[in-house]
């Protein structure tokens, strides 16, 4: 069993940045793919971007540009960096890794990963 616990939420106001950490335990995440969701209250997860394991990266249109994804491995932390932030990022973020594949597969579903973090909340206010 894989635990991911997320760290690093807040609130910041719109232009400014944060750093988002999913810290795991129980497994190394060095052969997992990894990914960051977000989600609002009444609204379906949503994709924000992910990194295989070998460090190939994906991001959704709406963040292209302003995030970047990464991971230590000898940490076993996954980073979700932020900037440029918009009033439209407020959400709860959330990480998931995927043990399948061998860490291979740059995905964008919610169903291909199968752990996730109890999220945490960034608020970006204008």
């Known amino acids: 069993q894989v635990q991911l616990v997320e760290s690093g939420g807040g609130l910041v106001q719109a232009g400014g940045s944060l750093r988002l950490s999913c810290a795991a335990s129980?497994?190394?995440?060095?052969?997992?793919?990894m990914g960051w969701f977000r989600q609002a209250p009444g609204k379906e997860r949503e994709f924000v971007a992910c990194?295989?394991?070998?460090?190939?990266?994906y991001f959704a249109d709406s963040v292209k540009g302003r995030f970047t994804i990464s991971r230590d491995n000898t940490k076993n932390t996954v980073y979700l960096r932020m900037n440029s932030l918009k009033t439209e990022d407020t959400d709860v973020y959330y990480c998931?890794?995927?043990?399948?594949?061998?860490?291979?597969?740059?995905?964008?579903?919610?169903?291909?990963?199968?752990?996730w973090g109890q999220g945490t909340q960034v608020t970006v206010s204008s």
């Open positions: 129980g497994r190394t995440l060095s052969t997992y793919a």
């Open positions: 998931a890794a995927d043990s399948r594949w061998a860490g291979v597969r740059l995905t964008t579903t919610p169903p291909a990963y199968n752990y």
């Open positions: 990194i295989t394991s070998g460090g190939s990266t």
